[in-house]
């Protein structure tokens, strides 16, 4: 390894890079494209949601609830119809997405401590806010039945209206808190594998990199001058994602940039080896940006980075294992929010070694065989 | 076998036709202290799976000469010069390269020869000095020496004054030359050439050969390969590789004399494809095949050449616009030699 012949590789790559003008907004400009729109149209949060209230009760309780859902910050109260049935229209019509049902006799069930039953009816046409509007719901019902509880000394027994969710680390369900994280990971992987994949077919496409194993340099100072510029651009990457995530979206980090910084350092093994082994299946720069997307999309929709895996049906979960992604995740949420260290995240490192390994290794074998035939 | 299959030192400088250099050939020196040849080559053979890419190939080359490998697209000519430059490994068979080894000691190898491909492989988002700063450093070139190279690179290619154009935009012509100049930097003794001119017009290879010889002049030995027969006549000696196999090697004068007894007609036509189909089929005729846009029959020995072709052609319903005997090229010679390879090829004959 001549450690001169490498940096004259790193600069050679970088002035192509630097000159790449298709390449250059895809660096750049991407990343802060994609934290604007995850931060902002994905990660936004519900509010306003069209909200009516059926108060068939018409009690100081019945009305203490209302207000409370009406004060939450999350609804707008669109009516206030006097019966059940006019919902229906109500909701046809995209009038209404979410509605509380006060039935008669709320209050004095709870005042005997019965199970007091209110119903939230949900618009599930969009099952996004359908959820999150219900789980606010909840929270806000809950809540309120704790206060009132405290003060009554009641203690109601029916789960009806104790809703016990407890939503813990991001407890204004904010998506954008996870988000960061996610695109931290996401990012990385767009600028190792696709950008270095791509750099190296150009490089065969032209016949370049025949002619760097018939000059002195080895295949070892090529892999290294080759890797060095990708990695170094996706720390800058990684790192400027982190910095406009917790100053401008106010993502709150509690975590280890120790604990973080091992977590990417295995994956851009993982990420890198993937791209050595697109560059040595593609033989167009084209071809390469298929095999990209063929691995991008179950990662993107399997990974957990949008789609819950807890939401996944049941046969689709295992397959989330093999994902890559999908323990950088889980490790970067938790130590992003929770501060979560080595002893609570083992799995997911061991995991993340063992495919950084097989990955890398087979990457490297693979590109030795491609370049000796 | 092959007609010239050797050549050796103790030979003055064999068959050089007298009206080529317009001089007799010159007195045979004392034969220096030999140093290893620039190619020594056994028995090389590579194979891919199943298919073999060289098969069992012999080949001297000295040094100072420029060794024409002549051969169509996918007869092995890159393949055996990948094996000599050490990118991959043979199969079977030893290759010397200066003296070195080229499977253990490819390193050696690498930094004393240099290669240049048709693709011409410069880095085309990077300048003309850029390209030749980093192949300077590839080799490890100090600075005073390159200095003096660049200079002389920038002006035997013509680009003095260019230095900080993007390579992408030069025409082809510069392109070739500065890649020459890049796979010279180091001042190789041995240079690689594999298909240098392909794509490059008339004028531009007339210049690329002037360089070539002056090249060649100073003392580096050149292994060029090439499928345009006027190079190959370039060349002090020639290979002609087909289907992985050196078919024969010899000076291009020599070669040419391989069909001296055959006499070679030259003949227009309106449809050629029907021609030579006829032609061919005719046992009188020994090869018909098409030779820029005219037809190369191949006679043999028979006298009575014109009479033959014109009544095989007026048989099948052709004429024949015009015939006149030519001197045999050397892509008369290579046809004539692929024919007899193919024709010893089939069982039973």
Redesign the interface.
Known sequence: MSFSRIRLLVWKEYLQLARDRMLLPLIFIQPLLQLIMFGYVVGSDVTNIPTAIVDQDRTVSSRELSSAIENAGYFTIIERPAEETSLRPLMDGNRVQLALVLPAGFERDLERGDRAAVQLVVDGVDSKTASVASGYATQVIGEWTRSRAEVTGLVPDGPGIDARVRVLFNPTLRSVNAMVPGLVAFILMLSSTALMSQAIVRERERGTLEQMFVTPITRGEYLVGKLAPYVLLATVQVIGVMLVGVYWFRVPFNGNLLVIAAGLALFVFTTLGQGMIISTLARTRHQAQQWTMFLLIPTIVLSGFIFPIESMPEPIVPVTYLIPLRYVLILLRANFMKGSGFEALWPQFAAMAVFAVSIFSAALARFHKRLAD | MPLFRRHRTDEPEPEMAPDASGTPAPAPTEPPPAPAAAVHVRGLTKR?GHFTAVDNIDLDVRRGEIFGFLGPNGSGKTTTIRML?G???PTDGEATVLGFDAVGQA?DI??S?G?M?Q????????TVE?NLK??A????IADERYEQRRAYILEMAGLQGREGE?TANLSVGWKQRLALGCATIHEPELL?LDEPTSGVDPTARKRFWELLYDLAESGITLFVTTHYMDEAARCSRVAFIYEGSIVTEGTPDTLRTTLVNDTIFEVTTGDVDAAIEALTASPAIAEAYLSGAALHVNVGTRIDGPEVIASTLTTAGLEALSTRVVTPTLEDVFVHLVNRERASSVPGQ
């Open positions: 891919f430059c990118v991959i490994a390193e690498r930094r020869i290669y491909s693709r011409f492989s410069l880095f085309e988002d990077l850029e980093f192949y450093g590839v080799y490890g993007l690689f």
